[in-house]
């Protein structure tokens, strides 16, 4: 019994609190204003096909011989039936949600081994794993193997793990010793010689015995001594079995929801003395309470070992098998479900049950005051279209419990779906756990983040709960707690919640449930509690975020999607060697491509043999969409590993609101503004270039006679980097009464070049009174200002000469870079592609080009059209490419942007 308990314990059934109806899709609720009470009904033809189409008028139901008039009839369709999975929506890698939870259903394999010759399940395991493929991603499913020990599961949406743990059951009975003593008898004869049925002794003395009357006296006493031997152990396996039922089904009734269990066994004896009988219906009651199905598969024993000794009588043999037989029958009668014999592999079988678990009708039938007195009601329900079976229970128990419960406070709701195995969704939840090495040496610290719900914009308060469970069911840490959570940053946005628990090394399952209200979300995170182990230096799993600015590098930034530019990866390394390790972080749009980004990290020693890399890397320049984040981890010129984690960068706001992933057009005249460096706006001023003799030359032919000596002197003090000498001698060359505005130009160069650009302006301002038809003059003093980052003093004197000389390019780039960062950014554009009309060599304006295409349209502009756009882009791309480029990945996401764009325009 206490191994069973355990065993139930591990299927989460058996927590205070779990009766609680969980708010979720899985429990249909009535609309009737009239109370009623569910009676579930499954009808099929005779393929084992649900009936889809009945109305009320097509059931009739009698409760203790009494007609009810039924209030509505719902069909309940199980999701993904029919062949296959259902696809379930996308998630992050590493998280795990509860958004496809809806619509699936509860099914538990429940394995009679003490009723099961060893081995004899090895036939069936290939049919029951495509029986289990047949299922929905959705659908849960327990294993609970009866007998001692027990092998047994929670409800797991991992099928796989349902697979293996099935795989471990061979069964438990060995051979009687009716058939492996002296005396072979079958098991019906062995209980009539118990029962002293003088005739059945005789039957087999008459085979047995031999000798004189003392002899054969011995001979009838050792086979009443074996026959009671093999009633005591029939009884006891056949006691084990309905106790052990009897737990499941009381543990399942904790769950507010439809389940089915496929009951696997060689059948079972009941024995009138004990009044077994009395005992099945006993637990068909259950069932009807629990809302749960019983399709019992009886194994045929041919199946066994053809090494195994036969009973000697035929026909015992065959009344072996009537009561073994008998007690499943009378099992799945009162439990609503049905008895398949399964021969050979058993595959009908299994699709037939998978047909039925197809769906069902959930039927409001008006009540009576004494249906909620907590016993049982004799219930029949018929179905007027013929050739077709109905399965309902033949019992319902109604407590009066349900109708006297108040509501649940948000803490209660949170216990309550942490211990039923049916995920609640009415609360999305997305969660992920990390590894860290403990405080303690031999300990693993879980760091454990949940996103909650979405379009939070405001602190909201809700009920948390979550609890560290072993592998075998037990709780090793948690808390409850009411916690008031800000939505990140202030924009609409899940809520973000970590918690902590300290575990040994294994592998354990984190439940998680939130209540917001009367919305309730639970989950359950598969976590391995343990570090990548490199010998000398242990690891973390690479974590990556997208935090809110600034970014705070001492701690991870959990979080799959990046939305304010920034994407933070981060990573330890514990051990003696952790300190020797170099690390870089790179950018790829997939697991092998190339980096787009990348930046070494550098490590910083935190604790005793601990180092932590946490770097951040502005991504504000990729398109949005699915990239991933890679770790080289390198010990001299060794790379030890290669860690990744997938990422998403958030489309902006007009993106991410379009119905399509094609940005919505803004309104014209909305500010665009496209990034700009300061070093390129910052341009550093060039004294050759302004004692080259083309620069010279209009500026010599205005000195005047009179300067001409001291002009000279200043440009030969300039070009030997004499700035405080040639600033004397252009000064000289100023006079009041004639044209100076070659020598104020060149004070003005003296200026610059000596790195005083406020002077610098000023003077060529004063300069270009009588030499404002010099362009020279205008790039000059653009330029200063531009250095002096006063870019709206700037944009007058470029947009002027750029006006006067249109064909001078001088002026083109730099008036780009001014309209891009006052948010004309379609005019920077147009100016840009001008200039490189005449510079397709240029190759970071090509670059910058690019950049500023694809920024437009991310932010719903149009340079010219979509498809004069998108060819511009990979005209200017194919130029980037010959011009030897360097950051081709990046370019190539902007190109693959643009098509994508193009493709999906209406």
């Known amino acids: 019994m206490r191994t069973l308990i355990a065993a139930l314990a591990a299927i989460g059934v058996l927590a205070a609190g779990a009766g609680r109806a969980q708010n979720t899709p899985q429990t249909p609720s009535f609309r009737s204003g009239v109370e009623t009470l569910p009676i579930d009904v499954t009808v099929v033809n005779d393929r084992g096909?649900?009936?889809?189409?009945?109305?009320?008028?097509?059931?009739?139901?009698?409760?203790?011989?009494?007609?009810?008039?039924?209030?509505?009839?719902?069909?309940?369709?199980?999701?993904?039936?029919?062949?296959?999975?259902?696809?379930?929506?996308?998630?992050?890698?590493?998280?795990?949600?509860?958004?496809?939870?809806?619509?699936?259903?509860?099914?538990?394999?429940?394995?009679?081994?003490?009723?099961?010759?060893?081995?004899?399940?090895?036939?069936?395991?290939?049919?029951?794993?495509?029986?289990?493929?047949?299922?929905?991603?959705?659908?849960?499913?327990?294993?609970?193997?009866?007998?001692?020990?027990?092998?047994?599961?929670?409800?797991?949406?991992?099928?796989?793990?349902?697979?293996?743990?099935?795989?471990?059951?061979?069964?438990?009975?060995?051979?009687?010793?009716?058939?492996?003593?002296?005396?072979?008898?079958?098991?019906?004869?062995?209980?009539?010689?118990?029962?002293?049925?003088?005739?059945?002794?005789s039957t087999v003395a008459a085979r047995d015995c031999i000798g004189n009357t003392r002899q054969v006296a011995n001979c009838k006493a050792d086979i009443s001594q074996e026959a009671s031997q093999v009633v005591a152990e029939v009884r006891h396996d056949s006691e084990l079995t309905l106790t052990n039922l009897r737990e499941v089904m009381t543990s399942l009734k904790a769950i507010d929801a439809p389940k089915t269990v496929v009951f696997v066994s060689q059948g079972f004896f009941t024995d009138r003395e004990r009044d077994d009988t009395g005992r099945i219906s006993e637990i068909g009651a259950l069932a009807s309470a629990a809302r749960t199905a019983i399709y019992s598969l009886r194994l045929d024993e041919s199946l066994a070992d053809v090494s195994r000794t036969k009973a000697s009588f035929t026909t015992s043999a065959a009344e072996d098998a009537i009561a073994k037989r008998y007690g499943l029958e009378t099992l799945?009668?009162?439990?609503?479900?049905?008895?398949?014999?399964?021969?050979?592999?058993?595959?009908?079988?299994?699709?037939?049950?998978?047909?039925?678990?197809?769906?069902?009708?959930?039927?409001?039938?008006?009540?009576?005051?004494?249906?909620?007195?907590?016993?049982?009601?004799?219930?029949?329900?018929?179905?007027?279209?013929?050739?077709?079976?109905?399965?309902?229970?033949?019992?319902?128990?109604?407590?009066?419990?349900?109708?006297?419960?108040?509501?649940?406070?948000?803490?209660?709701?949170v216990t309550a779906a942490l211990a039923s195995p049916l995920p609640a969704s009415s609360l999305p939840i997305r969660a992920i756990a990390f590894a860290f090495r403990g405080l303690e040496p031999t300990k693993?610290?879980?760091?454990?983040?949940?996103?909650?719900?979405?379009?939070?914009?405001?602190?909201q308060r809700v009920s948390i709960a979550y609890y560290v469970v072993d592998k075998n069911g037990k709780s090793v840490d948690g808390q409850v707690s009411d916690v008031r959570i800000a939505p990140p940053g202030g924009v609409p946005s899940p809520l973000v919640f970590s918690g902590g628990a300290s575990v040994d090394p294994g592998e354990y399952i984190v439940k998680i449930a939130v209540a917001d209200g009367n919305r309730v979300g639970s989950i359950d995170v598969p976590v391995r509690a343990t570090l990548l182990d490199l010998g000398r230096v242990k690891l973390t799993e690479l974590i990556a975020g997208g935090p809110i600015p600034p970014v705070n590098l001492l701690r991870p930034s959990v979080g799959a999607r990046v939305s304010f530019g920034t994407l933070h990866g981060y990573l330890e390394a514990y051990g003696p060697d952790a300190a020797t390790l170099?690390?870089?972080?790179?950018?790829?749009?997939?697991?092998?491509?190339?980096?787009?980004?990348?930046?070494?990290?550098?490590?910083?020693?935190?604790?005793?043999?601990?180092?932590?890399?946490?770097?951040?890397?502005?991504?504000?320049?990729?398109?949005?969409?699915?990239?991933?984040?890679?770790?080289?981890?390198?010990?001299?010129?060794?790379?030890?590993?290669?860690?990744?984690?997938?990422?998403?960068?958030?489309?902006?706001?007009?993106?991410?609101?379009?119905?399509?992933?094609?940005?919505?057009?803004?309104?014209?005249?909305?500010?665009?503004?496209?990034?700009?460096?300061?070093?390129?706006?910052?341009?550093?001023?060039?004294?050759?270039?302004?004692?080259?003799?083309?620069?010279?030359?209009?500026?010599?032919?205005?000195?005047?006679?009179?300067?001409?000596?001291?002009?000279?002197?200043?440009?030969?003090?300039?070009?030997?980097?004499?700035?405080?000498?040639?600033?004397?001698?252009?000064?000289?060359?100023?006079?009041?009464?004639?044209?100076?505005?070659?020598?104020?130009a060149y004070l003005g160069v003296t200026y610059a070049a000596a790195g005083r650009d406020t002077q610098a302006a000023s003077v060529w301002r004063t300069a270009m009174a009588d030499g404002d038809d010099i362009p020279q003059l205008y790039e000059w003093l653009g330029d200063s200002l531009l250095r002096l980052k006063s870019t709206g003093e700037a944009r007058p004197i470029l947009e002027e000469a750029s006006s006067r000389w249109p064909a001078d390019l001088r002026f083109t780039r730099p008036l780009a870079l001014i309209y891009a960062s006052f948010g004309k950014g379609v005019d920077a554009v147009r100016l840009l592609e001008k200039f490189l009309q005449e510079r397709a060599d240029d190759q970071a304006s090509l670059f910058l080009m690019l950049e500023w295409l694809f920024n437009a349209h991310r932010g719903g502009q149009l340079v010219h059209d979509r498809a004069e756009d998108t060819r511009l882009a990979h005209s200017f791309a194919d130029q980037y490419f010959k011009s030897g480029g360097l950051n081709e990945p990046l370019v190539k996401q902007w190109l693959n942007f643009f098509d994508k764009e193009a493709r999906e325009a209406p």
């Open 49 to 201: 096909e649900p009936i889809r189409d009945l109305i009320v008028p097509d059931f009739s139901v009698r409760i203790d011989g009494r007609p009810r008039r039924i209030v509505s009839a719902q069909w309940i369709a199980a999701t993904g039936t029919g062949g296959g999975r259902t696809a379930a929506p996308s998630v992050p890698e590493g998280y795990v949600s509860n958004e496809s939870a809806a619509g699936g259903r509860l099914i538990a394999l429940v394995i009679d081994q003490p009723n099961i010759q060893f081995g004899d399940m090895r036939p069936l395991r290939g049919v029951i794993d495509a029986f289990i493929d047949r299922l929905s991603s959705g659908d849960r499913v327990a294993v609970v193997g009866l007998g001692t020990p027990s092998i047994s599961t929670p409800f797991l949406a991992d099928h796989d793990q349902i697979k293996q743990t099935v795989a471990r059951i061979p069964g438990q009975k060995q051979m009687t010793s009716g058939s492996s003593g002296s005396h072979e008898m079958g098991i019906t004869l062995a209980m009539a010689i118990d029962r002293g049925d003088d005739a059945a002794l």
């Open 332 to 413: 799945t009668f009162a439990a609503r479900g049905a008895l398949f014999n399964v021969t050979g592999t058993g595959a009908t079988v299994f699709e037939r049950i998978s047909n039925e678990l197809a769906g069902y009708y959930l039927l409001g039938v008006e009540p009576d005051a004494r249906d909620r007195d907590g016993k049982p009601h004799p219930v029949r329900v018929d179905v007027t279209r013929a050739g077709t079976t109905v399965r309902a229970h033949r019992t319902l128990i109604a407590g009066v419990e349900t109708a006297t419960a108040g509501p649940r406070t948000p803490r209660e709701a």
């Open 444 to 459: 693993v610290r879980l760091l454990i983040h949940a996103e909650i719900g979405a379009n939070y914009t405001a602190p």
């Open 582 to 744: 170099a690390v870089r972080f790179e950018v790829a749009a997939d697991e092998r491509g190339p980096a787009i980004l990348g930046a070494d990290v550098q490590g910083a020693l935190v604790g005793e043999e601990r180092v932590m890399f946490s770097q951040g890397l502005l991504v504000q320049a990729l398109p949005p969409g699915s990239y991933r984040l890679r770790a080289l981890v390198r010990q001299g010129n060794t790379l030890l590993t290669s860690l990744g984690r997938a990422f998403e960068i958030a489309a902006p706001a007009t993106l991410a609101s379009a119905a399509s992933n094609v940005p919505a057009l803004s309104t014209p005249g909305t500010p665009l503004y496209l990034p700009v460096e300061q070093k390129d706006l910052s341009r550093p001023f060039s004294r050759d270039d302004a004692l080259k003799p083309a620069a010279l030359q209009p500026f010599q032919e205005r000195v005047s006679p009179s300067s001409r000596a001291a002009f000279d002197d200043g440009i030969a003090h300039l070009q030997k980097r004499e700035y405080k000498e040639a600033e004397v001698s252009f000064k000289k060359a100023i006079q009041p009464d004639a044209d100076s505005t070659g020598s104020l």
